[in-house]
């Protein structure tokens, strides 16, 4: 089962950077890691993927440790509009492109 | 402007019957998913599908089925079996099924059964 580790909850101050942490300490090595976020009664929104090497789009930064075992989405500046639960997926390339989402972290971004 | 359409966005029904659930895409992609996401939980994983006539089982497909007869459409039918069917019903597709193609999510359905 491709699961992830992460805190229940994070809280934030607009303006400043975020850093939600993820473990994936049974990650194999062609497994990807994938960040999506969620708006209530909303799809998940894809934010930012990568294998090994850390990855920057226009959304957040992804911080993958040397031995891939945990990994850390960066929002550089957060804004009241970040505010969502995050999920950090690991693929499970036996069965395709089958990403489980566990419970994810809730970012509180405070005004 | 391409993406995934999920139909409808409430939909209610009565215990003991079954009912369709849409998904629509136009990005072209090869991959579809359905998760159903339980109140204040994860997504998990229903049906899926790489190819056009294909489909696989995902963590909890008892009580649901799935046709892939087009590659724009992969309808996800809720039977009475499902003991549980309240929940909310997410739809995604991926350019291809593999860990580096991202997913796309339509805004979902949430289906109410009393």
């Known amino acids: 089962d491709a699961k992830t580790t992460q805190p229940n909850s994070m809280e934030s101050n607009e303006e400043e950077p975020v850093h939600l942490p993820c473990n994936h300490s049974?990650?194999?090595?062609?497994?990807?890691i994938h960040w999506y976020r969620q708006l209530p009664s909303q799809g998940p929104e894809y934010v930012i993927h990568g294998l090994t090497s850390n990855v920057n789009n226009r959304m957040a930064s992804l911080a993958i440790a040397e031995d891939r075992k945990s990994s850390t989405l960066i929002l550089h500046r957060a804004t009241l509009r970040d505010a969502a639960v995050y999920y950090c997926i690991r693929t499970n390339n036996n069965a395709g492109n089958m990403l489980t989402f566990g419970g994810g972290t809730r970012l509180m971004v405070k005004p | 402007d391409g993406g995934i359409t999920q139909s409808p966005k409430y939909l209610f029904r009565k215990e003991g019957q079954n009912v369709t659930l849409s998904c629509e895409q136009n990005?072209?992609?090869?991959?579809m998913y359905w998760y159903r996401q339980d109140p204040g939980q994860g997504l998990r994983l229903i049906y899926y599908?790489?190819?056009?006539?294909?489909?696989q089982k995902g963590d909890i497909a008892e009580g649901y089925s799935v046709s892939r007869e087009k590659k724009e459409s992969f309808p996800l039918t809720v039977t009475s079996a499902q003991k549980n069917p309240t929940a909310f019903y997410l739809c995604?597709?991926?350019?291809?099924?593999?860990?580096?193609?991202?997913?796309?999510f339509g805004n979902g359905t949430r289906l109410t059964v009393t």
């Open positions: 049974t990650i194999s090595g062609t497994d990807y």
């Open positions: 599908s790489q190819i056009v006539n294909d489909f």
């Open positions: 990005l072209n992609h090869d991959a």
């Open positions: 995604a597709s991926s350019i291809a099924a593999g860990g580096s193609s991202p997913l796309h």
